[in-house]
C-alpha cells in the first residue's frame, strides 16, 4: 500500500509558477513509476506528465510542454512538479499517482496507476 499526499496549491496570477510536491509512505518509491494527472469542474482526469522510476525518463502532455518539469527526489521519497509560465486553462485539481507495475517504463493512462493522492487546487487568475 503507497499513501501519497501533495501540496503546493494554490492562487497565482496567469504567468506565475507553482511547485507541487507529493510525499510518498513505503521503501518502494524509488521503484515505481509515476505521474501527475489533473482534473478541471466537469472535465475528466487528465494526464499531465510523467517519470520513470528511478528517474531516467520524462513525458508531457503536449499542453504542458515547455512550461512544466516534473522531478523525483528518491531519497525523500518526494515526486515534484514545477509549473511556469501558468495559464487560466491550468486552473484544476492536480494528483499525483504512483503506478507499481508499470516500472521500468512510463505510465500516461490512468488506468494505469494504482494509487492516487487526494488532489491539490491550483487556480490561475487572468
Known amino acids: 500500500q503507497v499513501q501519497l499526499v501533495e501540496s503546493g496549491g494554490g492562487l497565482v496570477q496567469a504567468g506565475g509558477s507553482l511547485r507541487l510536491s507529493c510525499a510518498a509512505s513505503?521503501?518502494?518509491?524509488?521503484?515505481?513509476?509515476m505521474g501527475w494527472f489533473r482534473q478541471a469542474p466537469g472535465k475528466e482526469r487528465e494526464f499531465v506528465a510523467a517519470?520513470?522510476?528511478?528517474?531516467?525518463?520524462?513525458y508531457y502532455a503536449e499542453s504542458v510542454k515547455g512550461r512544466v518539469t516534473i522531478s523525483r527526489d528518491n531519497a525523500k521519497n518526494t515526486l515534484y512538479l514545477q509549473m511556469n509560465s501558468l495559464k487560466p486553462e491550468d486552473t484544476a485539481v492536480y494528483y499525483c499517482?504512483?503506478?507499481?507495475?508499470?516500472?521500468?517504463?512510463?505510465?500516461?493512462?490512468?488506468?494505469?496507476?494504482?494509487?492516487w493522492g487526494q488532489g491539490t487546487q491550483v487556480t490561475v487568475s487572468s
Open positions: 513505503g521503501r518502494t518509491f524509488i521503484r515505481y513509476a
Open positions: 499517482a504512483a503506478a507499481p507495475k508499470a516500472a521500468p517504463k512510463i505510465a500516461t493512462m490512468t488506468s494505469e496507476y494504482d494509487y
Open positions: 517519470i520513470s522510476a528511478y528517474g531516467a525518463n520524462t
